[in-house]
């Protein structure tokens, strides 16, 4: 039951579920950004653990390099417009910002 | 052993991420995100998958804390999160459902044996992906002209020159 495999698939889960909840109840646009990083951690987690159990570890990893790579042009430009939106419209909540017009 | 180690690992990754969601300064949330990213990597590196733990150390718990810190600076007083439009409870029954969900549905992968196929990495991602490789470089680029262009101060222009 607690194999190491099983352990790193239930931290994988886990770290899922605690950024589709994070997804759910964020409404700063900076803080969306971070729950997504989460999200993509526990992605390039389940890669490495599909390569290790398919016995190809070479393509595991260099698709999560590949998603790492994505993953912080993602952050980086996400945190750019955030900053500019701010500049804009004086404030980072979602729901608000997505009224506004101008 | 081995499976007390990443248990570990994992339930101090979950914890992080649990309190980098609901606490309410940007700040702290951005430092539990940095342990996060420290936390997986050496998760990675236990797994064999040196190099990726190497990037994810270098650049999540490096350069993104960074630029976090940065925007936080920037935006200043606005760096709280107000509270949530969907109910705190609704929210959590419903990641719960999907997350056993997905539990039930990965949970058989672990036991499929498939046949072990190794190719290296250097020829899985210069030989096989190596568009991908030729993707990320133009992603790396496009993201930092971007950056660039986003980040860049309003310059007064020529009329507004005249006026003052």
Known sequence: MFTPLNVILFGVVGLLGVGFYGLLITRNLIKVVMVLQILIKAVILALVLAGKLSGNMGLGISTAATVLVADTIVAVVGLALAVQVRRRFGTLDVPKISTLRG | MESIQYGLFLLGAIFCAYRAIVSKKILSATIYLACISALVS????????????????????????????????????????????????????????????????AFPAIQTNIENSSIALAIALWQNRVL???????????????????????TPGRTEEIHQ
């Open chain 2, 132 to 154: 991908d490789v030729w993707i990320q470089i133009a992603l790396i680029f496009s993201g930092v002209m971007g950056v660039l262009g986003l980040l860049s101060e309003k």
């Open chain 2, 42 to 105: 050496a998760t990675l590196y236990l797994l064999g998958a040196a190099q990726v733990a190497v990037m994810e150390l270098s650049v999540g718990a490096g350069l993104v804390t960074v630029l976090l810190v940065y925007a936080v600076s920037v935006v200043g007083d606005d760096a709280l999160d107000p509270a949530s439009v969907i109910p705190k409870p609704l929210a959590f029954v419903l990641v719960g459902m999907v997350t056993i969900l997905l539990g039930f549905m």
